[in-house]
């Protein structure tokens, strides 16, 4: 169970294409829907009369409406492939940014996150992921962990963009100009790059060991995905409550406007360097390893500035380092499923996921938005500390789940 398959073939100009394809598909995925709104939010609230809980909380509306498609569409991935689902993806979130510049008051504010929500799963990791597999075959964790390389970007490109076009053209203007990214960049490559590679029924990747129905048995899949869920909504709740306010913890602690963001544009290229990292040694230690080291990194950054106060090099210090555990926390929440459930049900496994994922995640803007509105600054990184902790607990039972697994199977083997 600890050691995965040995290193793969090389990866194909077909592989590297879906690659690199996809990778600026999810750039553009990530940094037009969720990335903006640490830039945008303040002003979006000041133009459109709504409270920070308001503000963030459309990531609430998304994330429940996108709790309730994602199972189903990982179904239609895994039976149909995801071709086309990403094609609708592109053409509902440009949509979403579309509604995004005439929206006025609170409902139609509303409204563009209910599409957020059915557009995210569809083009984002939920779909990308079981695309990337079908075409790249035995090479997947390579694969997954250079399409997150890419990804990690997304906040370092789409920041400072975000910024200067806000100042440029506004806000409604700037979601435009993102509407017209996913119609005119994204759309097109979603169609062109993915023509899936079926696997064969039965069969197990060229040089692989890892099993088409993955490394647990039915028997052992309930245990294990109540743990993966427990792991990933954790930390996910520090992506979709704490990071998305974090320029205004880091504000609100005393630094200025341009070294908030200065600071924490460092995250994409720590993730990248975490990402880079993972997939040169990829393969020679668990995945399970990989998302150990990544949530024991998590508490460690936010205790940093909480022990030492917030200042320049202690903000420093947290961005490097949730940089890192970040980065290696991604790939290793969208390897896990393949790795224990296989590729088969990959897509389906993704979409269960999805779904506590995103119900514990709803709660994460609103709660945090109060939290620093009645406690202040320190209670969101207090806050981001102990769910990182929950979370290093939870993957220390999973691993060790899976090791008595493994210790069992061979001695029966014996």
Not at 102 to 117: H, P
Not at 206 to 218: E, I, K, V
Not at 270 to 277: H, K, S, V, W
Not at 286 to 312: D, E, N
Request: charged share 10%; glycine share 10%; hydrophobic share 55%.
């Amino acid at each position: 169970m600890q050691k995965e398959a040995p290193t793969p073939a090389r990866l194909d100009a077909r592989s590297i294409l879906a690659i690199l394809g996809l990778g600026l598909t999810q750039i553009i995925g990530w940094g037009t829907i969720f990335t903006p709104l640490s830039i945008l939010g303040r002003t979006i609230g000041a133009d459109l009369g709504l409270s920070r809980e308001w503000i963030f909380g459309g990531l609430t509306i998304m994330l429940i409406s996108g709790a309730m498609v994602a199972p189903r569409i990982g179904r239609i991935v895994d039976r149909h492939g995801g071709r086309w689902v990403m094609v609708t993806g592109s053409v509902v979130a440009s949509l979403t940014m579309v509604a995004m510049h005439f929206a006025t008051d609170l409902k139609s504010y509303a409204l563009v996150w209910v599409l957020a929500g059915i557009a995210a799963p569809m083009m984002l990791n939920n779909t990308g992921l079981p695309s990337l597999v079908a075409v790249v075959g035995e090479n997947a964790r390579r694969a997954i962990t250079a399409l997150m390389l890419f990804s990690g970007l997304a906040s370092t490109v789409f920041l400072p963009t975000s910024t200067y076009l806000n100042a440029l053209v506004g806000w409604r203007d700037t979601y435009l100009i993102f509407a017209c990214l996913h119609i005119v960049v994204c759309l097109p490559i979603h169609a062109w790059v993915l023509r899936p590679r079926r696997l064969v029924p039965g069969a197990t990747p060229a040089r692989s060991n890892l099993p088409l129905h993955g490394s647990l048995p039915p028997e052992r899949r309930r245990t294990a995905f109540f743990l993966l869920a427990i792991w990933s909504c954790t930390e996910g709740v520090i992506t979709w409550g704490v990071n998305v306010q974090v320029i205004d913890i880091l504000r609100d602690s005393g630094l200025s406007v341009a070294a908030a963001v200065g600071v924490w544009t460092i995250v994409g290229p720590c993730q990248a360097i975490a990402r880079l990292g993972e997939l040169i040694s990829g393969g020679r230690h668990s995945i399970l390893t990989t998302a150990l080291i990544a949530t024991l990194l998590g508490p460690v950054a936010f205790i940093v500035p909480l022990l030492l106060g917030v200042s320049l090099p202690t903000a420093l210090t947290l961005a490097v380092l949730f940089g890192f555990s970040h980065g290696l926390f991604v790939i290793a929440r969208n390897t896990l499923p393949l790795f224990l459930f296989g590729p088969r049900e990959f897509g389906t496994y993704m979409g269960l996921l999805t779904l506590p994922q995103n119900l514990m995640n709803a709660a994460a803007p609103i709660v945090v938005a109060a939290i620093i509105t009645h406690v202040g600054p320190r209670g969101g990184l207090w806050f981001g500390a102990a769910s990182m902790a929950a979370g290093f607990i939870a993957m220390l039972v999973l691993s060790r789940y899976c090791r008595v697994y493994a210790r069992d199977l061979g001695d029966r083997a014996r």
